[in-house]
């Protein structure tokens, strides 16, 4: 009789483990950010990360200052974020922006490191699926901002 039962759970347990066991989220995996349009937090990843986006591709043409040059992209609204824990909060954003009088959706990758109040723009480019734009996400040189208004 206890042989039947230790069989049934060995069973139970295989038959588990084969379905794909447990399906909750995943440690480190990517979790969906909801009420994205309602969340300040993540609206300002996104203006975030098109001003630091902005400010490298000024840098890089050789311009100084101010916005408004040729190919700035105008922030709209993140439209979709997922967040999954590593060594901070990485942050993956869809954004709506306004590029060359045209709308076009955006891929961002920000990490935030909280206690030592900074965040970091690891990717932003034209997004590769679904809305307009295509391409590969680029990839740009590590940015920290510890001082531009980190509000976490």
């Known amino acids: 009789m206890a042989s039947s039962v230790l069989f049934l759970i060995t069973l139970a347990a295989l038959s588990f483990l084969a379905s794909g066991g447990y399906v909750g989220p995943r440690v480190g995996g990517r979790t969906a950010v909801p009420d994205v349009k309602s969340n300040e937090k993540v609206q300002d990843l996104g203006r975030y990360s098109v001003e630091e986006y902005n400010r490298l591709q000024r840098r890089s043409r050789g311009g100084g200052g101010g916005g ?59 997004s590769r699926g679904g809305g307009s734009g295509g391409g590969k996400v680029r990839v740009l040189r590590r940015l920290s901002s510890n001082q531009s208004g980190f509000n976490e």
């Open 68 to 126: 408004g040059g040729d190919g700035e992209i105008v922030f709209g609204a993140v439209v979709g974020a997922e967040r999954q824990v590593v060594a901070g909060i990485k942050y993956y954003l869809k954004i709506e922006g306004v590029q060359r009088g045209a709308r076009k959706v955006f891929e961002s990758v920000v990490v935030v490191k909280p206690w030592v109040r900074s965040k970091e723009l690891l990717t932003f480019g034209p």
